[in-house]
């Protein structure tokens, strides 16, 4: 796996602000969390992204930083992250200046993971409808490139965990061709990533769901 340049890429995704980014923003590749109003839990298991983030650089030779960092869609941050990540077990509400913004950073080369951790699905669809109202989420195929561009995952997202025993599905949302958004349903890979002593995960669990992260986290960073 090539080494990947995070920000090049932030500078491509977004020309206008790479001058101050410049001069703000390490080149390694980072995650943040996205905070979000309505009530859910969109802060729990700060742990996740430090490992998957830790995980990527040693499995792949991507320079990260292994931290955990939030903003919020209506703060600039979000401008200066090439990978934005909402995950929680509740409600979610976005104001409409939220949703102009949001818009403005999928249609500028930004990426969106979001990892339904059991109860966040109905408010997100909900949501992000709003954010795209003339589109909708499509559950992407077995052969989708981002089920393979690392590890493979010839049936899609790992099951980590049971919830309502569902199948575990993967959706996404395109502009001009591109993925700029991926969602996980009843499958919760981001529970993985977390410390072990968290959900108690077995360890070949744990692993299974740091591998799909890190083919997320590539798709996003060489498409």
């Given at each position: ?130 954010v795209f109202p003339d589109q909708d ?87």
């Amino acid at each position: 796996m090539r080494n990947a340049r995070p920000f090049i890429v932030v500078c491509l995704l977004f020309p206008a602000l790479a001058g101050a980014q410049a001069q703000a923003t390490s080149s390694a590749f980072g995650i943040t969390r996205v905070k979000y109003a309505g009530g859910g839990d969109w802060y729990n298991d700060p742990s996740s992204e430090v490992n998957l983030l830790r995980f990527v650089q040693q499995t792949t030779g991507i320079q990260t930083d292994a931290r955990y960092r939030f903003a919020d869609i209506a703060g600039d941050e979000i401008f200066s992250s090439p990978f934005l990540f909402i995950t929680g077990h509740g409600n979610i509400t976005l104001t409409n200046e939220e949703i102009r913004r949001l818009r403005t950073y999928l249609d500028n080369g930004g990426f969106l993971y979001v990892d339904d951790d059991y109860g966040l699905d109905k408010p997100f669809r909900r949501e992000i409808r709003k954010v795209f109202p003339d589109q909708d989420l499509v559950e992407l195929p077995f052969s989708f490139g981002l089920y393979h561009c690392q590890f493979e995952f010839p049936a899609g997202p790992p099951k980590t965990h049971e919830h309502n025993g569902k199948p575990p599905q993967g959706f996404g949302l395109f502009r001009n061709g591109r993925l700029v958004l991926y969602y996980t349903y009843e499958t919760n890979p981001s529970d993985g990533w977390a410390d072990p002593e968290v959900h108690h995960d077995p360890e070949e669990k744990r692993l299974e769901a740091l591998r799909f992260g890190t083919n997320i986290v590539v798709w996003a960073l060489t498409h």
